[in-house]
């Protein structure tokens, strides 16, 4: 059983289009990660967010605590925008959780 | 502006040698952690470390590694004895604080076991 879902498993989009890739959780947690990780290989992190809404330039990161689900929405997105995107859920017990990652491809 | 930085970015190594990779979290933070992702998988958490002891670790983080903090800069993974399922990328991160801080990650070192 997965702790952390996401979907689509993949994406591909035209420049310009509003992208959304949602991820839903099973444990309880306090707040939720949003990392990026580029075709190279290197992670970075987007997002820590435990209630509402973030926005950090195109992005926009959504969380429902209640509904144990989060979103996290590109606006107008670009070439470079095309990377892995991964849910993370923070250590409760022992465990971080890890979705297995949505990759996005944006054609030009 | 601050980073974690990682040696080596590549390792190749025969099984049954031992590993140490490296890493430099970013200067003022407390908490520093461990991840591997093996190719084409998710990223697993290894282990967690804070005031000089381990706080939390994975059912992977098996008698082969370990982890240690030398000198007060260097956060360093050792592998013992290498097996050709630890070949994967790994991840080192750290954060500044307990609660609502996020963790900044490492460029990764790529690990290939032969």
């Known amino acids: 059983k997965n702790e952390v879902e996401q979907s689509p498993q993949n994406l591909t989009a035209q420049e310009g289009e509003f992208i959304t890739i949602n991820c839903s959780y099973s444990v309880g947690i306090s707040a939720l990660h949003w990392l990026q990780q580029h075709p190279g290989g290197g992670i970075v992190s987007l997002f820590m967010l435990s209630s509402g809404k973030k926005k950090h330039g195109r992005l926009i990161a959504t969380i429902n605590i209640q509904e144990k689900h989060s979103s996290l929405h590109i606006t107008a997105s670009h070439p470079r925008d095309s990377a892995v995107y991964i849910c993370a859920v923070p250590p409760v017990g022992n465990q971080f959780y890890f979705g297995t990652g949505t990759s996005l491809t944006v054609i030009p | 502006e601050p980073e974690v930085t990682q040696t080596p970015s590549h390792q190749v190594t025969q099984m049954g040698q031992e590993v140490i990779l490296r890493c430099v979290p970013i200067s003022n933070h407390l908490y520093f952690y461990w991840y591997r992702q093996i190719l084409g998988q998710k990223v697993e958490f290894l282990v967690s470390f804070y005031n000089n002891e381990i706080s939390e670790k994975s059912e992977i983080f098996d008698d082969q590694f370990s982890v240690e903090r030398p000198d007060g800069s260097n956060f360093t993974l050792k592998i013992r004895s290498t097996k050709l399922e630890d070949s994967a990328m790994y991840f080192c991160?750290?954060?500044?604080?307990?609660?609502?801080?996020?963790?900044?990650f490492g460029p990764g070192t790529r690990l290939l076991v032969l």
């Open positions: 991160a750290s954060k500044s604080r307990q609660g609502g801080e996020t963790q900044y």
